[in-house]
């Protein structure tokens, strides 16, 4: 069983696009699903969230801009960007977690460790 990201590709500043991630039945335990990002050279940072209740979680960076949201009948974990900048440039990764309350997958220097589930990565490149 594993998450598995598509939807990634270049797109101009400005522009949009919807990353999806296939969701495998987890044990019921694991309650908290997420989009995370890495950047050449930086550290992996947690950018939205959702929780089993379907409430949304967002870093300031992508507030606004970006959508989580999940569909369970269709094991499907989607997240919809737009007004997209160059800073987006990154590998984005879909995750789940056993983690209470949800908001805490989003703390800045979360240990991959605490990620139950992690997905292979789609890039995602905003450029001119």
């Known amino acids: 069983d594993q998450l598995m990201e598509s939807g990634g590709g270049l797109v101009l500043p400005g522009g949009s696009l919807r990353l999806s991630c296939a969701v495998p039945?987890?044990?019921?335990?694991?309650?908290?699903m997420a989009w995370f990002r890495q950047a050449a050279g930086k550290q992996r940072e947690g950018i939205a969230a959702?929780?089993?209740?379907?409430?949304?979680m967002y870093v300031d960076s992508v507030k606004g801009r970006f959508t989580i949201s999940q569909d369970n009948a269709k094991s499907m974990l989607d997240l919809e960007m737009r007004s997209l900048e160059t800073e987006d440039t990154a590998m984005y990764y879909c995750?789940?977690?056993?983690?209470?309350?949800?908001?805490?997958?989003?703390?800045?220097?979360?240990?991959?460790?605490?990620?139950?589930?992690w997905g292979q990565g789609t890039q995602v490149t905003v450029s001119s």
């Open positions: 995750a789940a977690a056993d983690m209470r309350p949800c908001v805490l997958i989003l703390r800045v220097g979360l240990p991959t460790q605490d990620v139950d589930y």
């Open positions: 959702i929780d089993s209740t379907g409430f949304a």
């Open positions: 039945r987890f044990p019921t335990s694991t309650n908290c």
